[in-house]
């Protein structure tokens, strides 16, 4: 069984985690933090469920699929590539050095010393890893709400406080000082999860600056790259700032189910989350995320085409004058007016798997953003279940 050190358990009975709250900790380590039921793929497979009344199997290609916010054009070219090039050699943890060029490419791109990279299986372990670190049963993690990320605080039973988002849908950080100035962690999805809207680097710096010394401003990146207008928080990080910054390779790189990601932080940071997990990346999902970063064009180009798409379905849902949230993703919530997990049932009966409801906004239903081809199955479908 995975344990963590002597003065971690004991830092974690004196910030009033329970012995039996810390077996959940430690049950995570074991498992691995992407496999338990906080992820984005965790919580999509429950929500597909409680519609369908039993457990997803196998894909069915008849399904249209966009419910998870994945990226229906896949890895690059020069990702699968490089998948190809470094799968013979497998047998060896690092052949190559592929995690050292994976961190190197990260911090020239963002601007930061490789000493502030730290490399993950996509955004779900340094999440985890984050709510052990810097979030307790008496120091919450303050959030958004509906807001992603809460999950895995509420799961080894951290106190979490949500607040509601402003009448922009950005994060009322003004609010969310005031709804507990004590928090241990601040948690920014930016752009958000599932509302996708911005929130300001102004408001960021406002948490930064009336937080508590010894707190944290955690900004969740996943979608930035689908955005024009969201600001990386990198520089913060270069700057020496209390904030950690998440990455993940499963959204505009489309890597769902390759796994890849990073944490920024300044190094005494990336130590405290250190303790809460363990293993190492696989050399594919290293190399594949690697290649990808060096495509010059690949993250504008994506960007454009899911803008594409997703303005022609928004020009769609205003012509029958339908409801939804202004998105800067690849992913939007529309209001159904009626319980939004019986019109994902409507959806499965024609064979659109839409996404998940937050109980925040009961009648708003969140879509991902697919092909043309796929959009034009869920306008059509939509016509008919909203007459």
Not at 22 to 42: D, K, V
Not at 88 to 115: D, H
Not at 244 to 265: P, Q
Not at 321 to 338: A, D, L, Q, Y
């Amino acid at each position: 069984m995975a344990t963590v050190s002597g003065k971690h358990f004991e830092s974690l009975l004196n910030r009033g985690y329970s012995r039996r709250h810390i077996g959940r900790i430690l049950s995570a380590i074991t498992t691995g933090a992407a496999a338990l039921p906080f992820t984005e793929f965790a919580q999509a497979q429950e929500a597909e469920r409680r519609v369908r009344g039993g457990n997803r199997g196998m894909m069915d290609p008849t399904i249209v699929r966009i419910s998870s916010n994945e990226n229906p054009l896949g890895p690059c070219k020069e990702g699968c590539e490089a998948i190809a090039k470094i799968a013979p050699l497998g047998g060896r943890y690092s052949p190559t050095g592929e995690q050292q060029e994976f961190v190197k490419t990260v911090a020239e791109m963002e601007g930061v010393k490789q000493e502030c990279v730290a490399a993950f299986a996509g955004s779900s372990d340094p999440l985890f890893r984050s709510s052990c670190a810097f979030s307790s049963p008496t120091r919450s993690w303050t959030m958004g709400d509906p807001g992603y990320g809460g999950g895995a605080p509420e799961f080894i039973g951290a106190k979490t406080v949500k607040v509601p988002l402003g009448a922009d849908y950005s994060h009322d950080v003004e609010a969310m000082i005031k709804a507990d100035p004590n928090a241990g962690a601040y948690y920014v999805c930016n752009p958000n999860n599932p509302s996708g809207s911005i929130t300001s680097r102004e408001k960021i710096e406002y948490l930064l600056a009336h937080k508590q010394k010894d707190a944290v401003v955690i900004v969740d990146e996943a979608y930035i790259h689908f955005s024009e207008t969201a600001k990386p928080c990198s520089d913060l990080v270069a700057a020496g700032k209390d904030v950690i910054v998440l990455r993940t390779f499963s959204k505009v790189y489309g890597m769902a189910g390759i796994r890849a990601g990073f944490a920024l932080a300044r190094p005494d940071l990336l130590a405290k989350m250190r303790p809460y997990g363990g293993g190492m990346l696989p050399i594919t999902g290293l190399a594949c995320a690697t290649a990808s970063m060096k495509v010059k064009n690949l993250v504008p180009e994506r960007r454009a085409i899911n803008k594409k798409i997703r303005e022609n379905t928004f020009a769609f849902l205003d012509s029958k004058k339908i409801k939804f949230v202004p998105s800067e993703t690849n992913f939007f919530m529309m209001e159904t007016h009626r319980p939004g997990n019986e019109v994902a049932k409507a959806f499965l009966d024609k064979k659109i798997m839409i996404g998940r409801v937050w109980p925040a906004w009961p009648t708003h239903v969140r879509v991902t953003v697919g092909t043309q081809d796929e959009m034009d199955k869920f306008t059509a479908a939509l016509s008919r279940i909203m007459a």
